[in-house]
């Protein structure tokens, strides 16, 4: 996605898919809830902090190399590299792009998942090859490539899996449908993330607008879904929330999430909240002890400074620290990877 660069200077001439997709789908889950959700750059919705507040946030950690992502997701093999996974670009006809690293620091352009395209999507994505929003774990000695399938303004979405041995550009192999939604269900099939509790059980949260944040039970045999029952994990009464994270840290589970604009390039305002629980289907609570079902969530991380939007979190547990990475755009409107580490005071993480 590097030869995307020149192009995403202008945000309003971006040939990342993203800023497209989730602009329209903001609109679209407004209508769906009733809600008057403005399309205006930098509007906030339901106790956003203050720009004032946002300026403590460090400044994302030094990255080198192939760095322009949207939606990173990150997992680390037994060998100790990096994989990266991040959403695709339709113009270049990237379905889900990698990168990979031996030190997080340097990273390198590794092709994309499914070089020959994605046929089986097309259903849901009206025919175009970007999929969107990928997860990734590292598991049973191989990955485990969860994505998003979608087309603009709707939420007849799918997340599919693939799984590989080697994480290589073209070894991934096709393993079916988890999860789908339709136009007349109220949740949104997209932005994947699988937790392993601490019992051994595979667990995935997904959903984007509409009525929020939702999980279903995997099964760590097939890495596809289990049963039928649904988890409410987190909303914003319609209100832009999406790309949950879950991550186990001295006896909580924490739930990360996306609040408000994200893919106007420098006019975006997503930002980062968090609440936690002792169970791994919540409640989840923030800070303050509002529950996220109920539209709470203590912000983290939010525009500051040249760091504009950053968010699609992803929380990698690594030999030093909780590692903490975000997408977020330039003054420019370009969208780059963000690194940063995470501390626990009084049971709440903080970046660093």
């Not at 906030?44 to 990255?63: C, D, I, K, M, Q």
């Not at 667990?203 to 760590?220: A, E, Y």
Request: glycine letters at 14%; hydrophobic letters at 35%.
């Amino acid at each position: 996605m590097e030869n995307a660069e020149s192009s995403t200077k202008n945000p309003a001439r971006s040939s990342l898919r993203p800023p497209a997709r989730r602009t329209v789908l903001r609109a679209a889950a407004a209508g769906a809830a009733g809600l008057a959700l403005a399309a205006v750059p930098g509007t906030r919705f339901l106790g956003a902090a203050p720009a004032a507040e946002a300026a403590t946030y460090p400044s994302p950690g030094h990255v080198t190399g192939s760095t322009i992502v949207h939606d990173p997701e990150v997992t680390k093999s037994r060998g100790g590299n990096y994989l990266l996974a991040h959403t695709g670009d339709d113009r270049t006809g990237v379905t889900i792009g990698l990168k990979t690293s031996s030190d997080r620091t340097h990273w390198a352009d590794a092709g994309q998942a499914f070089p020959g395209g994605a046929p089986w999507t097309h259903e849901y994505t009206g025919g175009g090859s970007s999929l969107w929003a990928p997860d990734l774990t590292f598991a049973n000695n191989r990955y485990y490539l969860y994505y998003s399938a979608s087309s603009f303004g709707s939420n007849r979405s799918a997340i599919f899996l693939a799984t590989s041995d080697t994480g290589a550009q073209g070894s991934w192999t096709h393993r079916g449908l988890v999860v789908s939604s339709t136009t007349s269900d109220d949740y949104n099939a997209i932005d994947p993330n699988i937790v392993i509790d601490q019992q051994g059980r595979w667990w995935m949260s997904f959903g984007s607008f509409w009525s929020g944040l939702k999980m279903i039970r995997i099964d760590p045999g097939t890495g596809l879904r289990t049963g039928s029952d649904w988890i409410h994990l987190a909303g914003r009464g319609g209100g832009p929330i999406e790309a949950p994270t879950i991550h186990y840290r001295n006896g909580y589970y924490y739930l990360f999430a996306s609040f408000d604009s994200c893919c106007n390039g420098a006019a975006s305002t997503y930002r980062v909240v968090v609440g936690r629980s002792t169970n791994v289907v919540g409640p989840y609570v923030d800070r303050n002890g509002v529950r996220m079902v109920d539209g709470g969530g203590t912000e983290i991380l939010a525009g500051h400074g040249s760091v504009h939007g950053p968010g699609h979190q992803a929380v990698l547990a690594d030999n030093d620290a909780d590692v903490f990475f975000y997408h977020y755009y330039q003054d420019d409107g370009t969208p780059r990877l963000g690194i940063n580490l995470l501390a626990y005071d009084g049971g709440w993480p903080r970046l660093y």
